[in-house]
């Protein structure tokens, strides 16, 4: 298997509580978008709302035993996966999908994150 850049290809989990996070969108508070045009601040945001729903579960970056990516914007994978090693700050990631897509719920968004987490 060849090595994965930005995630890992298996995870193994162990724990009692499955968490499961819906689609993250880079909207603050008051649901404006954050970083209209710029897939690194809207990324950004995107994990900042996905922490604050795992912090609301009582789950951490560590319990993150998946992560689904959704972008407008697949070619830019790696401006995608930097943000997100910045915002972890892990090096080791979760297995990970990412998935172009025409659009979003939003025409102003440019991704979503979802996640599984094991606590």
Do not use: C, K, Y
């Amino acid at each position: 298997m060849q090595p994965a850049r930005g995630f890992s290809h298996v995870a193994l989990a162990r724990g009692r509580t499955l968490v499961s996070i819906a689609g993250q969108t880079p909207v603050d508070r008051d649901l404006e978008v954050v970083g209209r045009g710029d897939l690194g601040a809207q990324t950004r945001a995107a994990m900042t709302n996905l922490w604050v729903a795992l912090q609301a579960a009582g789950a951490g970056w560590g319990h993150v035993v998946r992560r689904t990516v959704f972008t407008t914007r697949p070619t830019e994978f790696l401006t995608i996966s930097e943000v997100i090693r910045e915002v972890t700050g892990m090096d080791a990631q979760p297995p990970q999908s990412l998935i172009g897509v025409a659009g979003l719920v939003r025409p102003e968004f440019l991704i979503e994150i979802e996640a599984t987490a094991v606590i």
